[in-house]
């Protein structure tokens, strides 16, 4: 395993499409290796591949809290097969955006459809922070950051505050 580096605002790349997996083999297994183990270096609670740079469809995700034992999961090629009517709020935050946090409103549960570490298919249901952390993850698939759900103004205060500290750092 390795950690591998995070793209930030206004990286490029983060804008782009990631492209389907067509096998979940080993190469893959170490890529979702590598994102787990530079998602929990951040740490963070989410990543998706092209995070760090690598445009397929393929997230991991740890919603585990503190104090309890780690609860990794992978998600390959997501669909979103539904997602509910009714709305839910929360104050999103992205390793891509670093210490920016605003709220974002989004579909209160869905139902998913992805293969997982082993390539088999699942149907899930997802609600509350799963179902938050799922979309803002899923988002980031097709080039969307949550800063792009937030007013123009927002989103252009976010990457000047990023760049700024990019700077200072
Ligand atoms: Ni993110």
């Not at 290796?33 to 393929?58: H, N, S």
């Amino acid at each position: 395993m390795a950690l591998r580096e995070i793209l930030v605002v206004p990286d490029a790349r983060l804008k782009q499409v990631s492209q389907p997996v067509a096998t979940v083999d080993d190469d893959l297994r170490a890529l979702m290796d590598d994102m787990l183990e530079t998602m929990y270096a951040a740490p963070g609670i989410g990543l998706a591949a092209i995070q760090i740079g690598v445009p397929k469809r393929v997230i991991v995700m740890d919603l585990a809290r503190e104090g309890e034992d780690r609860q990794p999961r992978y998600f390959v090629n997501p669909e979103i097969l539904w997602a509910s009517d009714d709305t839910a709020p929360y104050e999103e935050g992205c390793l891509s955006v670093p210490e920016i946090y605003d709220e974002v409103e989004r579909p209160a549960r869905v139902k998913l459809r992805y293969l997982n570490y082993k390539g088999e298919q699942i149907e899930e249901d997802a609600e509350g922070l799963f179902a938050v952390c799922i979309q803002h993850e899923m988002d980031h698939l097709d080039g969307v950051l949550f800063i792009d759900h937030l007013s123009r103004l927002k989103r252009e205060q976010a990457i000047k505050k990023v760049k700024k500290q990019a700077k200072a750092a």
